[in-house]
């Protein structure tokens, strides 16, 4: 088959359109809760706020800017060349982004240590390039990373939240439980982190499942 | 059919321009941001250095603040030590000396690096200011295993070093009641024997690289010194 023939269709604006895709990336199309993305930092930096939202500020910055950059350059891509841009693309902007945190952040830089790094093999972001980057322009791009983004604040957050007050009775280091009630430090620990995002997703599913059953009965 | 050299261009052409740019930005934004990079890197190793030296009695509630070469541990009852720091190179190894304003030296602490079970340990030792035991241990970079290798960054591993003695090497055992039968013995962390060997072996290299070098400079140093207080008499 020739070349020619694999080109992509003509990338117009016939998507969704950007207010769409941001609400999507929100609540609907969640990529922690709805679509189990990302689950590496997921479970892995939020014993505590502080590094989750470390790491949501550096997967924003990395989805927006790959994002948004693939948009840009979406006419000229090959198909069977487009992984390899958008990998080239996002590794560029995560070194970026590790190099800042090590600059003005540096102890949560220490913190996260291989997990900002890793950020490149975060599904999220290349599942974004592929659905909404290569097809629409800049604007619905930055719209649909800016939703993603804030869903993965979600994500992170409600997750980071639970293992921080039931582990160690702190919210952002501030202390929110009383002394007396006991902690739990297996929450703090690698188990505590699969059993928070258990118990939100059973939760997320269940607030889903509310509207089907209620129109059953 | 295309000559195989203008495919390869016609494909890749993207690819190469991207190269190209992306890293143009990674070169500016690494010699902007290295010089920021490296004082952060060194301020942190500083800012390590009095809790390998002092007792931890006097550092507890302390806070430590880094400007330039000087170090001021300020103590919970509001009393200011301020520390200078002279760095030098000893064996290839780092050496970091500590002394209070004006004063003899403190103690050391050196910087010591070799293999560990997943990749290079960074570590710095404390040795005290009579060159006869070590004070301290810290573990600056590792990758050893999550919740198990890991553990050589804890107190509870840490602590077998301090107070050791360096005139001996140290040696790793897996009982507690053996590790507290003598001093210089190290506990090995349950399933990470490999970790725990590989930092008792760069602790050991690093002081046996440096310690005899540090005692000949002080006894050089000492009739020195004896014969400039003679001349003062």
Not at chain 1, 183 to 202: D, E, H, K, N, T
Not at chain 2, 64 to 74: C, H, L, M, P, Y
Not at chain 2, 164 to 191: D, F, I, M, Y
Not at chain 2, 201 to 223: E, F, H, K, Y
Request: glycine share 8%; proline share 7%; with cysteine.
């Amino acid at each position: 088959m020739a070349v020619a023939e694999l080109e992509l269709p003509a990338a117009v604006d016939d998507g969704p359109t950007a207010a769409e895709r941001f609400i999507a990336g929100i609540l609907p199309e969640n990529p922690t809760f709805r679509q189990l993305l990302g689950m590496c930092p997921t479970l892995a930096v939020t014993a505590a706020m502080k590094p989750a939202l470390t790491m949501v500020a550096a997967t924003a910055f990395v989805l927006i800017s790959a994002n948004v950059m693939v948009s840009l350059i979406r006419h000229l891509l090959k198909p069977h060349l487009r992984i390899l841009v958008f990998t080239l693309t996002i590794a560029t902007f995560v070194t970026i982004a590790d190099r800042l945190l090590a600059a003005y952040l540096y102890p949560m830089s220490v913190a996260l240590g291989p997990y900002v790094p890793l950020i490149i093999v975060n599904c999220i972001i290349i599942a974004r390039c592929e659905v909404c980057g290569s097809k629409q322009g800049p604007f619905t791009a930055f719209a649909d990373a800016a939703g993603n983004s804030l869903g993965f604040l979600i994500g992170l957050g409600s997750v980071a939240t639970v293992r921080e007050i039931l582990g160690m009775g702190t919210w952002f280091g501030l202390p929110v439980l009383p002394a007396v009630v006991p902690r739990w430090v297996i929450m703090v620990m690698p188990p505590g982190a699969f059993i928070a995002l258990a118990l939100l997703l059973a939760l997320v599913n269940w607030y889903q499942a509310r509207p089907k059953r209620r129109a059953e009965v | 059919m295309n000559p195989p050299r203008a495919s390869f261009f016609s494909q890749s052409w993207l690819i190469l321009l991207l190269g190209l740019l992306f890293g143009g930005a990674l070169v500016a934004v690494h010699t902007n941001l290295s010089p920021v990079i490296a004082a952060n890197q060194r301020a942190e190793t500083l800012r390590q250095l009095p809790g390998l030296v002092l007792p931890a009695a006097e550092l507890a509630g302390a806070e430590i603040t880094v400007s330039g070469d000087r170090i001021a541990v300020r103590r919970a009852s509001g009393e200011t030590l301020d520390l200078a720091v002279a760095e030098s190179e000893v064996a290839g190894h780092q050496l970091y000396t500590l002394a209070a304003a004006g004063g003899a030296p403190l103690g050391y602490v050196v910087r010591g690096i070799g293999s560990g079970y997943a990749d290079d340990i960074d570590l710095l030792v404390g040795l005290s200011g009579d060159l006869e035991r070590l004070t301290g241990l810290f573990v600056l970079s590792q990758k050893e295993t999550p919740a198990l290798g890991d553990e050589i960054t804890k107190e509870p591993f840490r602590r077998w070093f301090t107070g050791a003695p360096a005139t001996a090497p140290l040696v790793v055992v897996k009982s507690a009641a053996e590790a507290e039968s003598a001093p210089g013995r190290v506990l090995a962390l349950t399933a990470a024997t490999i970790s725990s060997r590989s930092v008792c072996d760069i602790v050991n290299a690093t002081v046996a690289a440096v310690r005899p070098q540090l005692a000949a400079a002080a006894s050089a140093a000492a009739p020195a010194e004896e014969g400039e207080t003679d001349g003062g008499r």
